[in-house]
């Protein structure tokens, strides 16, 4: 195929991608605008965008004169690092939130399952009324009423402050450092390949509010407890390359966690340590939850570290995604590797 042709048919595809997201996002307003109470909710165990997208629309419906609830699936913790976000302690744990919503949105959610005990009350919605679903993942799985779903935006906290704009409502500084969270969080400090001169641009818009730049980028990704440190240290030390495969993986077991009094939710971030291996394009990480093997993967450029997750039961984005399973780490790693070369021999065929 030639290059021209190529980036003409990337031209058509995005031009249909924000065709069809114009069109959602126009019903998800009209719905918003319509509604005097909003039920809102992000997945389980939410991550920076999740959060930040979900609270960011929390503080602009409330200053707007809605009635809101906001909440996640149980545990209804957060991880230290997105305890500073404004708004939190205004959050209600799910057996709060309203079962039969009129309203419903989800956030940074792919799946219904995501969703927890919450599952409930967004069928009710999607059968009584109406249940937004505001996401940027390509393998989203438009459970929605109404899916407003870009998978060009670099993060979901991008699509709701499209929504907010074509609401008419104006930003505030809570609902500015919220966004700057969700965008920050899921371009990795702007170093991921998602981040667009738009991207700048509306970090430009969010820090025009005097947000604490420094302090929020230390509390996201640079600070952590000495005890994580040390089962990070035992987690790196366990970590086992193949060079032939250019893959590197390593497994946080609940006896590690129990030894350092390290939470599920602090480790979160030890695959950005694991994937800045020089010698691997795949980095993946394991770690034990009563439901299985939660499995992190990134991907520096050549897999598509997305569709091997969805393939496996889970969700995310070309290189960076994840999913779950029950089986045993040494058969998990195999069978992320036997996916990983199949991926590498489909492009050596292509």
Known sequence: MSLSRRNGLILSLHSAIHGAVDDERARAVAAIAAAPQLALACHVIPDGDALGSMMAMHHLATANGRRVVSSWPDPFVVAATYRSLPGLDACRPSSQFPAEPEVMLTFDCGALGRLGELATSATWAKNHGELVVVDHHVTNENFGTINVIDPLAAATAVVVRSIAHDLGWELNRDAALCLYVGLIADTGRFQYSSTTSSVFALAEELASFDLPIAMLSRQLFSEHRFAYLQLASVALARAELDTELSFVHTCVLREDQR????????????????????????????????????????????????????????????????????????????????????????????
């Open 259 to 350: 030894t350092y009094g390290v939470t599920y939710d602090e480790v979160e971030g030890l695959i950005e340590w694991v994937r800045s291996t020089a010698e691997a394009e795949v980095a993946c990480v394991l770690k034990e939850t009563d439901d299985g093997f939660r499995v992190s993967l990134r991907s520096v450029e050549s897999v598509d570290v997305g569709g091997i997750a969805h393939a496996l039961g889970g969700g995310g984005h070309r290189l960076a995604a994840g999913f779950t399973m029950r089986e045993s780490p040494e058969e998990v790693v195999r069978i992320v590797k036997q996916r990983v070369r199949e991926s590498l021999a489909a492009q050596k065929g292509d």
